[in-house]
């Protein structure tokens, strides 16, 4: 049955390892496939769907990374009036959330921001 499941073409040109080399970590668990091709936060293997093991701080960071992306997108919404209208208050929470979070972009608006704050001000 392997030897009939490794003759079947591979998507992408990925191709299954031989037997010989069941024990790579590139491989799946399950079907032995070849998933050296494959982004290092795939969850599933493409050819058996068995689940693959990520860990978990990758996970994390990429989820992470997603939420200070999306603060950051929120807090220019407020900055810039699109369709929200002007909440420079709100603006400078949602960079300043995002900011803690690691995005630099969020952090270049924030020190913008809050610069401008302390002009208007004095």
């Known amino acids: 049955m392997l030897k009939d499941a490794m003759s079947i073409g591979a998507p992408n040109g990925v191709e299954p390892h031989d037997t010989g080399a069941l024990d790579t970590p590139d491989c ?35 989820i992470v990374r997603g939420y200070a992306s999306a603060l950051f997108r929120l807090g220019a919404v407020y900055e810039k009036s699109l369709g929200a209208g002007y909440h420079p208050n709100e603006a400078v929470r949602c960079y300043s959330k995002a900011a803690q979070l690691g995005n630099e972009s969020a952090k270049a608006s924030l020190s913008r921001m809050t610069g401008e704050a302390g002009d208007s001000k004095g």
């Open 28 to 62: 799946c668990p399950g079907c032995h496939w070849n998933l050296a091709a494959l982004s290092g936060i795939a969850r599933y293997c493409p050819h058996c769907g068995s689940p693959l093991s990520v860990p978990d701080q990758q996970a994390h960071s990429l």
